[in-house]
């Protein structure tokens, strides 16, 4: 069985582009997640998808993020225009059920915004 | 407030040696879960414990909760150069699915 993949695995980018992240779930997962790590901090939940709806958007930092689900499979995290502080790893999570079961995460796409 | 801080922040230990990390956290859970991340990777699940648990076990690893201090502890035993590593504790609260996580502890373990 496949794991949550993510891509790109690197990205870097000026200041005040938009940048595209994306999440592919475990095949059946209905919860995906986004979180983030910036630099010396603690990892931070960003959302919260159930199949194609937001279940839980509040950590997501500002409307520079747009996430999106289309369909209940993959999802997108858009940054537009990025932000120098918008650095850091940003992680994808699935999980099969909801807040008793495991979430398996991605290897994570590290943002370097210049 | 932040949950889930780990204690030490840093920990250095022989091969074959017991590793204890331990992690506090303010409010209360519905479970607590324990990831590793090798360097430059993504995170790894380890270990679910959930709030009516007190211990559990899964191969060299013992995972404790003490819900009356908040608090947990993952031991590792017999502890290995591959188990060098960051481990995060996270929480999972009430209704809410999102994982709240620590700062983490850096494992190093010297062959």
């Known amino acids: 069985e496949a794991g949550v993949t993510q891509f790109p695995s690197h990205s870097v980018i000026e200041k005040g582009q938009t940048v595209t992240l994306r999440c592919d779930p475990i095949s059946g997962h209905d919860n995906l997640y986004w979180y983030r790590r910036v630099m010396g901090k603690e990892i931070k939940f960003l959302l919260h998808?159930?199949?194609?709806?937001?279940?839980?958007e509040s950590g997501m930092p500002n409307n520079r993020f747009l996430a999106e689900r289309t369909g209940g499979t993959y999802s997108t995290l858009k940054v537009q225009p990025a932000e120098l502080e918008d650095s850091g790893v940003y992680f994808c999570?699935?999980?099969?059920?909801?807040?008793?079961?495991?979430?398996?995460f991605g290897p994570g796409t590290r943002l370097t915004v210049t | 407030s932040q949950q889930g801080e780990e204690d030490p922040q840093a920990l250095s230990i022989q091969e074959g040696e017991n590793a204890t990390m331990n992690c506090s956290y303010k409010t209360s859970i519905n479970n607590l879960q324990w990831y590793r991340q090798n360097s430059g990777r993504g995170l790894v699940h380890l270990i679910l414990?959930?709030?009516?648990?007190r211990e559990k076990h899964s191969g060299r690893l013992r995972v404790t909760l003490d819900t009356s201090k908040k608090s947990s502890s993952l031991l590792i035993t017999a502890s290995r150069a591959a188990d060098t590593a960051s481990y995060f504790c996270a929480t999972v609260g009430g209704s809410n699915y999102k994982l709240t996580f620590g700062k983490g502890t850096l494992l190093t373990v010297n062959p």
């Open positions: 998808f159930v199949k194609e709806s937001k279940q839980d």
């Open positions: 414990i959930r709030s009516n648990e």
């Open positions: 999570a699935s999980s099969q059920r909801g807040s008793s079961s495991e979430q398996y």
